[in-house]
């Protein structure tokens, strides 16, 4: 691919590190780029975080830029990343849903953003360090294809992106395991061959969801009322930020046996505590519906849906609902349907798709 020119976003973490050194030797014109998309200065938080936010990813960047003999350059995103990820995570849990802001980081600031940046630079692709894989399929759409290690496929985390964002898009790490990719990055002389990998949500470190959404918003989060299905009240909730569907820790109440939260009602400001039983439903309803592999759904065809990143995935057959709904049927219950979540469908290896979750039908 010599003279072809890939704009690559170096973390500062092993993968897109060597995403960068991978693609360098294929040929590819390669330039070297950090979204500078949330801005700490505690050094304690850049230490504990060391993943693709804070300031201390753009010191390992620019080093490993050095050795790879690469430009490398540091764009500033926040704006973006504040009105795409982290205003769109408060405004969800305020109406009671669960986000995933790393999907939304994907799709409106990692592509996004950073590929209309790069395409103005005169960049052909951007390339990012996923555990996934890009391939165009024979029906000549663009798709996201597990990675060669299941252990570390990010595949669920990238169904929102569209055809043009895929025909720009390079994910060489996805045909290696990450111990691979450790080799590789050590043999190559990268200083982050061994770097620990960034956990939890990055922009709230210290995994206080409740506390960081009460202090970026100003708002006080008022407490309300457990309740059975019916209504009946069982104490008090400390807000319902606090709380997602399947949740057992944390409730402090004395029901004799373990309860767990069914529902989130933001309008009565109630959460709902049931039984292990009450979580499992056959279908869901997700809106906001990206077709990938697909262009259109076939009636009766089985596809295998995920309804959050750890989720091994569960047979299910589709509905299209019109205006960018579609009803999932399982073939067999699922537990802990979480609005607000993604749900992605996969056909065999492929991203067929995916929404976001409304409830159960």
Known sequence: MSGKKVVVGLSGGVDSSVAAYLLK???YDVIGVTM????E?????????G????LSAVDDARRVAQILDIPYYVMNFRKEFKEKVIDYFNQEYLEGRTPNPCIACNRYVKWESLLKRSLDIGADYIATGHYARVEQLPNGRYAIRNSVTAKKDQTYALYNLTQEQLSRTLMPVGEYTKEEIRQIAQEAGLPVAHKKDSQEICFVPDNDYAGF?????????EEGNYVLEDGTVIGKHKGIIHYTIGQRKGLNLSMGHPVFVTEIRPDTNEVVIGENEDLFVTDLVCDRVNFMAIDHLEEGKEFTAKIRYNHP??????????????KVIFREPQRAVTPGQAVVFYDGEYVAGGGIILGKA
């Open 36 to 39: 500078q998309i949330w801005q």
């Open 41 to 49: 200065e505690d050094n304690e938080f850049q230490e504990e975080n």
């Open 213 to 221: 959404i009460e202090e970026s918003t100003g708002k006080r989060i």
């Open 51 to 54: 993943g693709c936010c804070g």
């Open 25 to 27: 030797k294929q040929g």
């Open 313 to 326: 995935g569960a047979v299910c057959t589709l509905e299209n609902l019109g205006e960018g709904k579609v």
